[in-house]
């Protein structure tokens, strides 16, 4: 796999899980401080099935968990080099 195939949905839904379990959140807590639903929150963090959100999503994610929203697009580079 080269850097241009990386399925970036993939690695935020693990980040958004990731800091979500940092901030000690549920993800129904996460889905009400977005506005989304709960079910919309546990597709997205899921392993199986497709992932779906905006930048508007990602962006409102981030400020919910009180983060920089750059910190969702970070790469685990062994984690990359490794699959």
Do not use: C
């Amino acid at each position: 796999m080269n850097k241009y195939e990386y399925n970036i949905y993939e690695q935020i839904a693990r980040n958004i899980k990731k800091y979500r379990n940092l901030a000690g959140i549920t993800q129904a807590e996460l889905a009400e401080r977005v506005g989304v639903s709960h079910e919309f929150i546990r597709r997205n963090e899921s392993k199986k099935g497709k992932k779906s959100f905006s930048v508007d999503t990602v962006w409102k994610i981030s400020v919910a968990l009180n983060i920089d929203p750059g910190k969702l697009f970070e790469i685990d580079m062994d984690e990359l080099i490794n699959q």
